[in-house]
């Protein structure tokens, strides 16, 4: 079974430019969740989709992050403008359900660095 | 808050030896409890969780950990280490939502 897929794996810009991240959950998990890692830190949960719906974005900030997961399967996280505090692991995972009862899979993260 | 505490940033332990990581948590009710590892460059994966009942949790990988009510405490445990467990390990506490640790980095000597 394949595993949480995200890409690119690193991504280099400057500031104010633009950024997406893309992450395909495991087949069959209806819940989505990405998180931002800082260095030296626990991944954040910025935002929480039950299928199509996001259910928890409190931690989103909406000025200038953006996601969607159309017909609830894969889903984007797009930053813009991008600032240099941006800098960090962005971490796609999925679980079948919602809830900690559920085993949350995650994927590699994508390594962002902004110049 | 909820909030989880891992007293160690680095931790180093030869090969063969035991290994405990510490985790307390403050959290309004029974939690539900997790430890997660991340080798370089990887995603996180699950080592154990604690729901209920038996509060020796037995793992992947030959780790455990035991939940102390008393203690607010869910500390990580394995009688001998293997060089590959070299990685940043994370306490997390949650039930709707996960709250995570800020992780320890646990380094083996050969």
């Known amino acids: 079974e394949a595993g949480v897929v995200q890409s690119p794996r690193y991504k280099i810009i400057e500031k104010k430019q633009p950024v997406a991240f893309w992450c395909n959950p495991i087949s069959g998990h209806n819940t989505l969740y990405w998180y931002l890692q800082n260095l030296g830190q626990g991944p954040e949960l910025l935002i929480r989709y039950e299928n199509e719906e996001a259910v928890d974005d409190s931690q989103l900030p909406k000025d200038r992050f953006s996601a969607e997961r159309l017909k609830g399967v894969d889903s984007t996280l797009k930053i813009q403008p991008a600032e240099l505090g941006d800098s960090a692991v962005y971490l796609c995972a999925s679980s079948l359900r919602q809830g900690s009862a559920d085993t949350q899979y995650f994927g590699p993260g994508t390594r962002l660095t902004v110049l | 808050a909820q909030s989880v505490t891992q007293p160690d940033i680095h931790i180093t332990v030869s090969e063969g030896a035991s290994l405990e990581l510490r985790c307390n948590y403050s959290?309004?009710?029974?939690?539900?409890l997790f430890w997660y590892v991340q080798s370089p460059g990887q995603g996180l994966q699950l080592l154990l969780k604690y729901f209920s009942g038996d509060t020796l949790v037995q793992g992947i990988k030959g780790f455990e950990a035991e939940f102390k009510r008393s203690q607010s405490s869910f500390n990580l445990r394995k009688p001998s280490v293997h060089w590959s467990d070299a990685a940043e390990y994370f306490c997390?506490?949650?039930?709707?939502?996960?709250?995570f640790g800020k992780g320890t980095r646990l380094h083996i000597l050969p």
């Open positions: 959290y309004g009710a029974t939690p539900y």
């Open positions: 997390a506490v949650g039930d709707d939502k996960i709250i």
